[in-house]
């Protein structure tokens, strides 16, 4: 359960830095919404992110990984446009909103897994590959 606060917390965390960085993105809900908005990234992340992924495979291997910040930002404009359905207040104009706010958010997303993630799971996990 608290793994899950976490992600929570820091998808909301990314996209919180997105909208205050990124020209194109605008929000006008409320702290509430903004978690509410996070879940869903989350959600969309965890369900059409893979098949997504699968799909572009040869694309991002022909690319050298590159076209995954392409599929972070189709991931960013579901939840974009799923929460617009909801009227959550969060609004990206166009492509290149949409493709450096991806950007930000894998950006924060990563520092904030370094900074939050369990050192007894590293120590598990080297102590297992080397052997011991």
Do not use: H
Not at 17 to 40: C, E, K, R
Not at 43 to 57: F, K, Q
């Amino acid at each position: 359960m608290s793994q899950f606060l976490l992600r929570l917390f820091g998808n909301a965390l990314a996209l919180w830095a997105a909208i205050q960085i990124v020209p194109g993105i605008t929000y006008d809900g409320t702290n509430f919404s903004l978690v509410i908005i996070a879940l869903i990234f989350g959600v969309v992340n965890a369900l059409v992110r893979p098949l997504i992924v699968l799909l572009t495979c040869p694309l991002i291997v022909l690319t050298l990984g590159l076209f995954l910040f392409v599929v972070n930002a189709i991931m960013l404009s579901i939840t974009e446009a799923i929460s617009d359905w909801f009227d959550l207040g969060l609004y990206i104009d166009g492509f290149w909103a949409t493709l450096f706010g991806a950007i930000i958010i894998s950006i924060v997303s990563g520092l904030f897994t370094m900074l939050v993630r369990d050192k007894r799971e590293d120590s598990d996990y080297k102590a297992r590959y080397n052997g011991r």
